[in-house]
């Protein structure tokens, strides 16, 4: 059975950080592309950052060059969303997803919130 545990999410000021984790269970991380998605209220879901299987070669928003950083952890079968120099309009639900055999998972969602 699959599913996609996030956690790590808070409030933060401007300019802080932030680590999000997404524990995953039922599979192997390091065999499916793994993403982080984020869904700010009244606007659609967007992909945030992407890391590949083989090789795990990664993508990111254009709005979060630079400041975020995606990674994976394969003895703990987790993946990471470093979050860097957040802006308030990274404000936000962030989702866990993988595609694995034609369906799609996601997480339950963790709330960040940038906010002086």
């Given amino acids: 059975q699959v599913q996609l ?11 802080g950080s932030l680590r999000l984790s997404c524990a995953a269970s ?4 390091s065999m499916y592309a793994m993403s982080w998605y984020r869904q700010a209220p009244g606007k659609e879901r ?4 992407a890391i590949t299987s083989a090789g795990g070669s990664t993508n990111y ?9 995606i990674s994976r952890d394969n003895a703990k079968n987790t993946v990471y969303l470093q979050m860097n120099s957040l802006k308030p309009e990274d404000t936000a639900v962030y989702l866990c997803y993988v595609k ?3 369906v799609d ?5 963790t709330q960040v919130t940038v906010s002086s």
């Fill in 5 to 15: 545990v996030e956690s790590g999410g808070g409030l933060v000021q401007p300019g």
């Fill in 26 to 29: 039922g599979f192997t991380v």
């Fill in 46 to 49: 967007e992909l945030v950052a």
């Fill in 61 to 69: 928003a254009d709005s979060v060059k630079g400041r975020f950083s």
């Fill in 100 to 102: 694995r055999w034609f």
């Fill in 105 to 109: 998972y996601w997480g339950q969602g």
